[in-house]
Nanobody, 126 residues
Framework: QVQLVESGGGLVQPGGSLRLSCAAPQVALNIYAIGWFRQAPGKEREGVSCIDSTNDSTYYADSVKGRFTISKDNAKNTVYLEMKSLKPEDTAVYYC???????????????????WGQGTQVTVSS
């Protein structure tokens, strides 16, 4: 199990931007797959974006392609999700997850991830 701490959620107007952070205080993330998942009220949790920390390959859900960017800072042991052009349908609790082997990021399937953060709320509303 890897301890993960998310931050950066909040309330933003449609068209606005937010950056979520996922920090791992106790382990180095550079051998893991790191993923961002979200769960909206009444819906199942879905994969948003994942990154293979060994080669920086990424996965994006179709609904966020061109708007969201996943990145990592090895020095800070933190993974980010930059979200732009936010829409009301992006409203959800966003979770960070980690596991290995790192190639599981290619499919970004939540069933492959065993360590989860506590979640951070993102609300897109005018």
């Amino acid at each position: 199990q890897v301890q993960l701490v998310e931050s950066g959620g909040g309330l933003v107007q449609p068209g606005g931007s937010l950056r979520l952070s996922c920090a791992a205080p106790q382990v180095a993330l550079n051998i893991y797959a790191i993923g961002w998942f979200r769960q909206a009220p009444g819906k199942e949790r879905e994969g948003v974006s994942c990154i293979d920390s060994t080669n920086d390959s990424t996965y994006y859900a179709d609904s966020v392609k061109g708007r969201f960017t996943i990145s990592k800072d090895n020095a800070k042991n933190t993974v980010y999700l930059e979200m732009k052009s936010l829409k009301p349908e992006d409203t959800a609790v966003y979770y960070c997850a980690a596991d290995f082997p790192a190639w599981i990021a290619n499919t970004c399937d939540q069933a492959d991830f065993g360590s989860w953060g506590q979640g951070t709320q993102v609300t897109v509303s005018s």
